[in-house]
């Protein structure tokens, strides 16, 4: 009786298994080798780890296919206008990590806050303090920078793939900005004599933070969720209970949150308004005058003081 030359073993139908033969390996997700998965991408057909997972609209695709698919589709925006990404808020972690490396920065040198923090008598001489007092912290206190990140971390996921990397960040920048032209315009108007007597202190007051900034991001959510038919009731509690903070807490700037968040609001109401493809290009002009029109208000400001408040330096407080 023969053996059909298999030594008496069974076949094994496959002709993978056997004596002498290795089991198959494991699939692995192709951007971590550590990491079995069992689930493919529907495009490339590759092992995807839950990490790299990206819902599609049938089954999901791993991360470098829909990135792949964005650079390549053209056309392919957000519903506001914005380019679609891999889903990951790039720029508010990077917010974040630069938040972050200042706040160390300013521990270990506090010369640094003085010079980049924001008070109303020196936005004439040293406009950049306009901008750069939205990535400075409170160095006394790890409150501060914590509280602000997590609200950044938890509005960016939302905000970021929503309305694309660019106008995200565009958003930030000018509600931040906006938080400190709010603050110059509620400074009250000092004199000379009333910063002698110590009457107008709030001009001489720093604000440093991201607050005002953030503030602009709730605002922008509440305009945007409504154009989507999307609920904020969830968001109004948040927003009513970080107001609240501002007025009971000393050291909290409630100009700088109210300004954040009427400037937030302007912006998402320009990227609401030019959302459709015919006028969609116009949105960068639109955003452009919301900072134009916070530069022409807090100019016409200084213009009303006397020279000698306005033109304070860093070198007076020397």
């Known amino acids: 009786m023969s053996d059909n030359g298999t030594g008496g073993q069974p076949p094994t139908g496959d002709g993978t298994t056997g004596p ?133 971390w938890s509005l960016g996921q939302y905000l970021e793939p929503m309305l694309g990397r660019a106008r995200f960040a565009a958003l930030y920048l000018i509600s931040g900005i906006g938080g400190q032209v709010a603050v110059t315009l509620l400074a009250g108007s000092p004199t000379i004599d009333g910063l002698n007597a110590g009457i107008d202190q709030s001009w001489l007051t720093s604000v440093v933070g991201a607050s005002g900034a953030i503030f602009g991001l709730f605002g922008a959510l509440l305009v945007l969720n409504r154009h989507l038919g999307r609920s904020s009731s969830a968001m109004y509690v948040t927003i009513a209970i970080n107001a609240v903070f501002g007025f009971l807490y000393p050291g909290i700037s409630w100009q700088a949150h109210l300004g954040g968040f009427v ?23 639109a955003l452009g005058g919301v900072l134009v029109l916070l530069v022409v208000i807090t100019v016409g400001k200084y213009l009303t003081l006397p020279d000698a408040v306005r033109l304070i330096s860093s070198r007076d407080f020397s």
């Not at 589709?73 to 206008?81: K, L």
């Not at 912006?267 to 949105?283: F, K, M, N, T, Y």
């Open 20 to 152: 002498g033969v290795p089991a198959p390996a494991p699939s692995v997700c192709p951007r971590h080798p550590d990491r079995e998965s069992y689930v493919r991408c529907q495009r490339c057909g590759r092992p995807a780890c839950p990490e790299c997972q990206r819902p599609a609209p049938v089954g999901i695709q791993c991360v470098d296919c829909v990135r792949e698919a964005a650079r390549t589709t053209p056309g392919t925006t957000t519903v506001f206008g914005g380019r679609v990404t891999d889903g990951r808020p790039v720029v508010t972690y990077a917010i974040i990590a630069v938040c972050a490396v200042v706040y160390l920065l300013q521990r270990v040198d506090p010369g640094i806050t003085d010079r980049f923090a924001f008070l109303p008598a020196l936005g004439w001489t040293e406009p950049w303090r306009f901008v750069t007092a939205a990535f400075l912290h409170s160095p006394f206190t790890f409150f501060h920078i914590l509280l602000n990140m997590f609200a950044l």
């Open 263 to 285: 400037t937030g609001l302007a912006c998402a109401g320009v990227i609401v308004a030019l959302r459709s493809r015919q006028v969609r290009h116009l949105v960068w002009a």
